[in-house]
């Protein structure tokens, strides 16, 4: 089956620095999401981003399929953007589920 | 977008026993997932529910433990059967979100098996 496979797995930052998190895909997907779950569990849907570049607030998302990898930018952290980032995909001829890597655990200090 | 109201959204059960999760949506879908979070791990897939047929399970996912019913368009729920404390986890319900593309969450169920 298809590989997901986040970097970095965890990340320390200071508030207001800047971090990437990266999404590397082993097959053709055709939908490819990025989620943010807080401490308490939620999944919040960051961005639909099959292919391009997307941008909202201080979050952009880039995803190039021909090269089957995701990047996911944060800018200026705060210490609500701790949590684990999610990147999950769907692949081309499967039933519709999501297959998840492992995720990036973002602890952000003030 | 799609919004799922999905209950309780955590309890602490005794061993042996059942606990069965709802998940309610504001709109009618094809098809509903049902995932489980064990501690520290990521998501992975139980099932998925269509309305009106038997769900499909994944490999290490069996009916007889998650029961999942369908019973319409809006809403589904699955059963953790004979839970032990190995079954505590998150467990999440998924559908397709046409409106904004890609796939919307229940907030979760936490549960904890003693």
């Known amino acids: 089956g298809i590989q997901v496979e986040q970097s970095p797995p965890d990340l320390i930052l200071q508030e207001g620095a800047n971090s990437t998190l990266r999404c590397n895909f082993s097959d053709s997907v055709n939908n490819l999401q990025w989620f943010h779950q807080n401490p308490w569990g939620q999944l919040i849907n960051l961005f639909y981003i099959p292919s391009g570049t997307k941008q909202n607030g201080r979050l952009s998302a880039t995803t190039v399929a021909t090269e089957r990898y995701s990047l996911l930018y944060i800018s200026s952290s705060q210490t609500t953007d701790s949590g684990v980032y999610f990147c999950a995909v769907v692949m081309w001829g499967s039933q519709g589920n999501l297959i998840f890597g492992k995720g990036t655990k973002l602890s952000v200090k003030p | 977008s799609a919004v799922i109201s999905q209950k309780p959204s955590r309890d602490i059960c005794q061993r042996g026993t059942s606990l069965t999760i709802q998940c309610q949506v504001d709109s009618q879908v094809t098809m509903m997932f049902w995932y489980r979070q064990q501690p520290g791990q990521s998501l992975t897939l139980i099932a998925t529910?269509?309305?009106?047929?038997?769900?499909?399970?994944e490999s290490g996912f069996v009916i007889d433990k998650f029961p999942i019913s369908r019973p319409n368009l809006t809403f589904s729920t699955l059963t953790v059967s004979n839970m032990s404390p190995e079954d505590s986890s998150i467990y999440l319900c998924?559908?397709?979100?046409?409106?904004?593309?890609?796939?919307?969450f229940g907030s979760g169920t936490r549960l904890t098996v003693v």
């Open positions: 998924s559908v397709m979100d046409r409106d904004v593309g890609g796939y919307t």
């Open positions: 529910a269509n309305q009106g047929s038997e769900a499909t399970y």
